[in-house]
């Protein structure tokens, strides 16, 4: 009889959390076993990201919440779980849980290999001690027992790892991350932060930018003691995003501010 396999460790789920300790772990040295529930992704026939509207079959007019009603009520919130990428998220019906009463939670899933790294959109933004130590600035709620500065250096690594196109903001409630060169605006995005989002325009609170955006196809990385660059990506998300220039004990964040169209973003598809 052949004799059974031993491991060291055991990760249960391969997203974001999973696939690093995985990552980490097996680099270390130790035998390790991930335990994936889903599927393998075919990213040549599940990725519609770039797919034009009308080859959609309800051409998005048609709320999503709607179309998936009857499988997906609850993951069907999510903006992402839509005619571009809803099955990347679980059916309801078939993975159904509990909360206590007067208690609901909407608990947004994936379940195939890469978890939920499959369904987030890129945006990749470093906590900072406005959230770490929120209870500090407004009294609400606790602080957490770690600080900004304790995570800083896990930070960088995971960004030198990934890659995450940006630019530099200094702004204290957005610390900056380690960038790859950021990707170019249009000329209407230009032009409009070089006028009214300059720092010397009246009544200035924000600057336009674009959102912090991982682009693993760039990123640097080590891979057996050598420096490499990863193959280019066809799949980028680009988000034009408007970063509040306020006082830093009101705490504000990234906003979002219009996802470009497919005609837009493939002009910046590496």
Request: charged share 25%.
């Amino acid at each position: 009889m052949p004799q059974r396999p031993v491991y060291d460790v055991i990760v249960v789920g391969s997203g974001a959390t999973g696939g690093w300790a995985a990552k980490v772990l097996t680099e270390s040295g130790l035998r390790v076993i991930l335990l994936e529930a889903g599927r393998k992704v075919d990213p040549a026939k599940e990725f519609r990201e770039h797919t034009w509207p009308y080859e959609l079959k309800y051409r998005g007019t048609v709320s999503q919440q709607e179309l998936y009603k009857s499988r997906q009520p609850i993951q069907s919130k999510c903006y992402a779980c839509d005619e571009y990428g809803h099955q990347f998220f679980v059916d309801d019906i078939d993975n159904p849980y509990t909360t206590a009463k007067g208690k609901s939670f909407d608990w947004i899933r994936g379940r195939q290999v890469g978890g939920r790294t499959i369904m987030w959109g890129r945006q990749s933004y470093r906590l900072s001690d406005y959230e770490l130590k929120a209870a500090s600035h407004d009294g609400y709620g606790d602080d957490w027992p770690i600080a900004y500065k304790d995570l800083e250096p896990y930070y960088e690594i995971v960004e030198r790892f990934v890659g995450i196109s940006g630019t530099e903001e200094k702004l204290p409630q957005l610390p900056d991350s380690v960038f790859l060169p950021a990707m170019a605006m249009t000329c209407g995005s230009n032009s409009r932060r070089s006028t009214s989002f300059a720092p010397s325009a009246p009544g200035n609170t924000a600057r336009r930018t674009f959102g912090w955006v991982q682009l693993s196809a760039q990123g640097l990385h080590r891979s057996s003691g050598r420096s490499s660059i990863r193959p280019a990506s066809r799949k980028v998300s680009t988000v034009c995003t408007t970063l509040e220039r306020t006082n830093p004990l009101e705490r504000t964040s990234a906003i979002p501010r219009r996802r470009m169209s497919s005609r837009e973003s493939r002009s910046y598809r590496s």
